[in-house]
């Protein structure tokens, strides 16, 4: 019999992590790609006097083209795609051309089996495990993808929202339906103003909508206590996570502040 929190249910979880985890990946280097396809099309559409060039048209999304070196652009064989082995098994490095393939797939793996393992060590309740499971690598995708293209996809972002006001409904979440929807209206009201604050102070935008979008989802699927956590527990961590972020982006974004990730961080430490 499966027992939830047993050893055996933990190691069970890191496996799976290990395999989300690389289909992370997948999303954190297909989905921008896909998004600016989309939007390079739409516009197109709707300004035919602008001559804008169309978007590539050979297939790209999450399955298709195939994994490929993007050096050598030879196949990726089922056993050199392997999630964290293969990586070590090739010691980092292209089989056919030898090139280097980044760290950051493994780790985003190890990542991925981490944030499995402590819900099936921690949470007692199989559901809800489950669903903080699936939340985490969901945060986990936002906060690479925000982090190298200051984007947060509402295709990724409102099944956040969705999930939280779901799991209430049907009492797999601890949350009551009530203080879901009280968590994402705080979640999401609370960036909205910090936005427009920012905004009529410098005349400049702090963060873009999407933050708003990721903050609800994270208050839906935790209620009122998700920001209470972040505002009073640990309130000396956040602010001097935020202060090292606002160092970062502004030398590299100059004007924009990337808050998301360590919204993110917080949530998970
Ligand atoms: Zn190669």
Known sequence: MLVFSSPFFIVIAGLLGLVFGSFVNVVIARFPTMMERQWRQECRLSFPDANIDPPDDTRFDLSLPASHCPHCHASIAWYDNIPLISWLALKGRCRHCQSPISKRYPLIELTGALLCMLPAWLIPFPGWAI???????????????????????????????????????????????????????????????????????????????????????????????????????????????????????????????????????????
């Open 131 to 269: 669903a903080i499971m699936g939340a985490s690598l969901t945060l986990l995708a936002l906060t690479v993808i925000d982090w190298e293209t200051l984007l947060l996809p509402d295709q990724i972002t409102f099944p956040l929202l969705w999930a939280g006001i779901g799991l209430a409904l049907i009492n797999i979440s601890p949350v009551s339906l009530a203080d879901s929807v009280m968590g994402a209206m705080v979640g999401y009201l609370s960036l909205w103003s910090l936005f427009w604050a920012f905004k009529l102070i410098t005349g400049k935008e702090g963060m873009g909508y999407g933050d708003f979008n990721a903050f609800c989802g994270i208050g839906c699927l935790g209620g009122l206590a998700s920001f209470t956590a972040v505002n009073f527990d640990r309130l000396n961590q956040w602010c001097r996570g935020r202060g090292v972020m606002a160092s970062l982006s502004a030398a590299r974004h100059a004007t924009r502040l990337c808050l998301w990730p360590f919204h993110c961080r917080c949530r998970l430490a």
